[in-house]
Each structure stands twice: as C-alpha cells, then as structure tokens.
C-alpha cells in the first residue's frame, strides 16, 4: 500500500554489483558500494518520520512501532554473508551474487515477544512498503519465516550496515535480515510483521522463491555451500613457474569444513587450508600454486560439517570455475 512519505525514484528489476564479479571481493568485509544491490519492482524511498511498522495477526498486542520506538530498544551486531539466490524466474542458474558484512539492529525476537505472540503462531509474515510489478505481478513484496527462525539469534530489524545506517537502496531505514538464508528473506523497508498459522500465500513465497525438486516443493531459504575463486582472474597475467596462491570465500548457513581445488579442469583435487568463520561470516581458503605455462581451468568446492557438498553443474551453488592464461613474464603486456 502507498502510504505518505514514500516515493519511489526508480522503478522495475534493478540489479548492481561490482563489474568483475566475485573477483572484486578482496576483503574479510565487503564494503557497502561493493555489496551488490536486488530490488524486484524498484527502489522505495521513505521520509524517517513516517516509517512505522506494524505488528498484526496472531498477537494479543498488536502494535506500530516508529523508528524512534526501535532506536530505543536493545540492538546487536551479527557478522554474515549476504547473498541472493539468484532470479527466481531461473532458480538453477548460478549468479554469485555474494558479500560479508555486519549489520546492526533489533532481534525481532524482541518484538514479537513484545506483542505477545500467540502459541498458534508458526510463521511471521513480514511485507515490504514498495509498490508496483514484477514478471507480471503486482503485489506487496511479502515473505515468510518459521517460526523457530524468527526467533533465533541472528535475526535482526536491521538499522545499519558495516556501522553506518541503511540508505534508502539498502531498504532504509529499517530491513529485515535473515542471516543464513537466501537475500529474497531479508525484506527491505520492512512495513509489517504478521504472526500466522500457516505459509504466506503470495506470489513470493509461492510462485517464486519455491524450488520444485524431487523431494517436493523446497522454499529458498537455507544458503547451501558455495565456494568462489577470487584469486587469481581470467584477466590476471600469470607469469610461469613462480609460487602464487589460488584463494577465495566459502560460505553457508551451516559452517565450512572443508575446501577442495582443483587446477586441471576437475580431474584431481586438492584440499586448501580453511580460515575460521565469525557469526555467520564467509571463511577464506587458499592453495599454494606453481602454474605451468599455457590455459588452465581452476575449480572449488566445498563441503559444510552436515557434509553436504555442492552440485558441479546446475544449481545456484554449482562449483565455481575460473580459466586462467600463465605465460612469460609481461606476455601480452
Ligand atoms: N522489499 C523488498 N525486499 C527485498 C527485495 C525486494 O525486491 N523488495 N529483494 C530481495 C532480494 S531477492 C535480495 S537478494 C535482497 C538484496 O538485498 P540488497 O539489495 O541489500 O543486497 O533483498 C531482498 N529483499
Ligand atoms: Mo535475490
């Protein structure tokens, strides 16, 4: 619903990010104008004295709360990375859209517990205030949350990123963040929060955003095991027989705990070293490399501590390749 004080000064599917991909990603932190940005129907801009959210459904106390209201409540920071699941129009085409960066906020834990949820309650529906169409839909960006996700630790009304408050293109002032799971979770200009008995029935939760697989209809929640080479890249000269490393991120919901790579086209592996994780943090893994000349295809994969592992083609997380030239010293320069 449009309500006062919001406008939108751009309309339809936008999607930005860093030109050379996840070979931009060359920090423990990605910093926020390298952090790719999603919107499905366009970008909202809301005045911060008429933001409110409001806390329906299955509650005793329903409740709008004003920025004023979250700003006073207790807030706490969760490292995580951020990653989309990729257009929900092609949910098996890996995009790689990824960042790792800290947020700050409320526990929505915390106002639900304040408007008295019902023990009825087993999802919290939660909408986004833009407005306007996507792939021929024309509804409120609404998705949902079990109830047991809801309530953990991790999951804020967020307030800022990487210290600074959230801009308007980030979902400013205030965004839902569902660290561990799929982007499409974390609703941006957040306006509602209704506690239901069941899965929300729009076109975001339904449509898309709801993978059919063999074991039945999966929602895009849980972030299966990625792995990206950030380093080297196909546009990096490399020169013969001196000692470089392939290196580069590996994340999930559940934590890394192993990271193979490959530099012959996936005809053997090898296992890197893998660095800890924080919160829900990516973890960076390395492999030292002495190339021959000539064209080589590099490869990572890796395995969370469930063991699961990723799909080498196919999938969202399908395995990440990279093809690199190693040559003469100042070849081509
Ligand atoms: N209200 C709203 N929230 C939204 C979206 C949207 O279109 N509208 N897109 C989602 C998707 S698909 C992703 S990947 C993330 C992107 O967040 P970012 O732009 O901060 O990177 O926001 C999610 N939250
Ligand atoms: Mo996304």
Partial sequence: MKRTGMHMPKKGFSFYGPAE????????????????????MGFLEID???WHLDVDGLVDKPMRLR????????????????????????????????????????PLSLVLEHAKISKQASFIWTSGLEWGEYAGVEEPYKKDLP?????AEEVLLALEINGQPLTSD???PVRLVVPGWYGTNSVK??????????RASGAYTTRFYNDSTASGITPVWSVAPEAVIVSPSPNDLLPADMPTKIWGWAWGDHRISNVEVSVDGGDSWQTATVGPRKDKSWQRFELPWS?????????????????????PSDARNAVHSVEVEVGPLAAGA
């Fill in 21 to 40: 991909g996840v070979h931009a990603l060359d920090s423990w932190i990605t910093p926020e104008d390298e952090l790719f940005l999603v919107t499905h």
């Fill in 48 to 50: 911060r004295e008429h």
């Fill in 67 to 106: 920025l004023a209201d979250l700003q006073a409540m207790p807030q706490r920071e969760f490292m995580s990375f951020h990653e989309c699941a990729g257009s929900p129009l092609a949910p098996t085409v890996a995009k790689r859209r990824i960042g790792n960066v800290v947020w700050k906020g409320v």
């Fill in 147 to 151: 109830i047991g996700k809801a309530f």
């Fill in 170 to 172: 980030r979902g400013g």
């Fill in 189 to 198: 200009w957040v306006g509602s929060i209704t506690a239901a008995d069941q």
């Fill in 291 to 311: 190339p021959e000349s000539g064209q080589h295809v590099l490869l990572c994969r890796c395995t969370n501590e469930l063991g699961e592992g990723q799909p």
